[in-house]
């Protein structure tokens, strides 16, 4: 089976079954998993051919210290550099393993079977991996491309319809930055639909990936472009570091909206868009209350790791299907909120 995008001439992406795909994507040689108990469970034939390390379960795992424990692991193991690993799972193995295959040994082989909506939309995909530090979301990481991702829409019929949802918020993300028709689908269909129909589910899964891979292809390191990945996720790791009432996907969705509104106050975006915007989301079932007070969510702003200069990059909605990258003070951010 052929990728359906090549990100960077480094990593193919793949849709469709892993049964199908894996086997011709796997190099020769020794292949170790990182994988969780989870994934284990639903999918142990899978699994069952390699020396696998499993890790927690959560976000509060997504730690250093879980890394470690992964070298320990190989280390036991005989793990060399002419080790693959392979990380099966969703974002949060996929950016545990990738941050670990690319610092042990300076760097080994790694490659993705992306298990959840969250993870094949977003995570999974793009070459950046890490973990927290202290709550604050990837602190430590790097930029080292997967070799494959593979993205099976069949993996995500385990997923419950809290997980699920999270993975929408990040298509919608993908949609208002840069394909309005794919906006345009989304608010024509419902939950229930993107839930029951496979070729629905793919084409957004697609699409998304084709926003992101064309981005990355132009700006791997966030210099530039890829900075618009992050719109919602300004505020959306802020409620991320205040509470863990939410989960990612619920915390950008928020984001989300909370911006778009920023957006209109700043005058870049018509309430029309924003209503839009507001609406898909509720339509999709998310809640966009904010969790814990906004001038608690403003104070966090300020320690996001994205400040440059003690200036914040605030990806602004300009319309669905577009965006801008905006430099402003804590202070003319937090104006907006007033």
Same mark, same amino acid.
């Given at each position: $089976?052929?990728?359906?995008?090549?990100?960077?001439?480094? *990593?193919? %992406?793949?849709?469709?079954?892993?049964?199908?795909?894996?086997?011709?994507?796997?190099?020769?040689?020794?292949? +170790? /998993?990182?994988?969780?108990?989870?994934?284990?469970?639903?999918?142990? @034939?899978?699994?069952?051919?390699?020396?696998?390390?499993?890790?927690?379960?959560?976000?509060?795992?997504? =730690?250093?210290?879980?890394?470690?424990?992964?070298?320990?692991?190989?280390?036991?193991?005989?793990?060399? !550099?002419?080790?693959? /690993?392979?990380?099966?799972?969703?974002?949060?193995?996929?950016?545990?393993?990738?941050?670990?295959?690319?610092?042990?040994?300076?760097?080994?082989?790694?490659?993705? +079977?992306?298990? =959840?909506?969250?993870?094949?939309?977003?995570?999974?995909?793009?070459?950046?991996?890490?973990?927290?530090?202290?709550?604050?979301?990837?602190?430590?990481?790097?930029?080292?491309?997967?070799?494959?991702?593979?993205?099976? @829409?069949? $993996?995500?019929?385990?997923?419950?319809?809290?997980?699920?949802?999270?993975?929408?918020?990040?298509?919608?993300?993908?949609?208002?930055? &840069? #394909?309005?028709?794919?906006?345009?689908?989304?608010?024509?269909?419902?939950?229930?639909?993107?839930? *029951?129909?496979?070729?629905?589910?793919?084409?957004?899964? *697609?699409?998304?990936? !084709? /926003?992101?891979?064309? %981005?990355?292809?132009?700006?791997?390191?966030?210099?530039?472009?890829?900075?618009?990945?992050?719109?919602?996720?300004?505020? &959306?790791? &802020?409620?991320?570091?205040?509470?863990?009432?939410?989960?990612?996907?619920?915390?950008?969705?928020?984001? =989300?909206?909370?911006?778009?509104?920023?957006? /209109?106050?700043?005058?870049?975006?018509? &309430?029309?868009? !924003? #209503? !839009?915007?507001?609406? +898909?989301?509720?339509?999709?079932?998310?809640?966009?209350?904010?969790?814990?007070?906004?001038?608690?969510?403003?104070?966090?702003?300020?320690? #996001?790791?994205?400040?440059? #200069?003690? $200036?914040?990059?605030?990806?602004?909605?300009?319309?669905?299907?577009?965006?801008?990258?905006?430099? $402003? *003070?804590?202070?003319?951010?937090?104006?907006?909120?007033?």
């Amino acid at each position: $089976m052929e990728p359906i995008f090549n990100v960077r001439q480094q *990593s193919e %992406i793949y849709i469709g079954p892993t049964s199908d795909i894996l086997p011709g994507v796997l190099p020769g040689g020794r292949v +170790v /998993v990182v994988s969780d108990a989870t994934i284990d469970r639903l999918y142990h @034939p899978m699994l069952a051919p390699y020396d696998t390390v499993l890790i927690g379960l959560g976000e509060s795992i997504k =730690t250093l210290q879980t890394v470690e424990s992964i070298y320990r692991r190989f280390i036991e193991l005989g793990v060399d !550099r002419s080790t693959f /690993v392979l990380g099966i799972g969703g974002g949060i193995v996929t950016d545990v393993a990738g941050f670990a295959a690319a610092t042990y040994m300076r760097g080994l082989d790694f490659g993705f +079977v992306s298990t =959840t909506l969250l993870g094949q939309v977003d995570a999974s995909v793009g070459g950046k991996n890490g973990v927290n530090v202290d709550g604050y979301k990837n602190m430590a990481g790097t930029f080292s491309q997967p070799r494959f991702v593979i993205c099976d @829409p069949g $993996m995500l019929r385990t997923l419950s319809d809290r997980e699920f949802r999270a993975g929408l918020a990040e298509v919608v993300k993908a949609a208002i930055i &840069a #394909d309005a028709d794919l906006f345009a689908r989304i608010e024509a269909t419902t939950f229930d639909d993107l839930r *029951s129909d496979t070729d629905l589910l793919t084409d957004a899964v *697609s699409a998304s990936i !084709r /926003v992101k891979a064309d %981005i990355v292809e132009r700006d791997e390191r966030e210099s530039g472009d890829r900075r618009k990945l992050n719109l919602g996720h300004t505020l &959306a790791h &802020a409620i991320e570091k205040c509470t863990n009432r939410l989960n990612h996907g619920e915390a950008v969705a928020v984001g =989300t909206a909370l911006i778009a509104d920023a957006s /209109v106050k700043l005058g870049v975006l018509t &309430a029309e868009d !924003r #209503d !839009r915007i507001a609406g +898909v989301l509720k339509k999709l079932g998310f809640d966009l209350t904010p969790p814990v007070d906004v001038k608690r969510l403003l104070k966090e702003v300020g320690k #996001d790791k994205k400040n440059e #200069d003690g $200036m914040l990059r605030i990806v602004v909605p300009i319309g669905i299907g577009d965006c801008d990258v905006r430099r $402003m *003070s804590h202070d003319e951010f937090a104006a907006l909120f007033a």
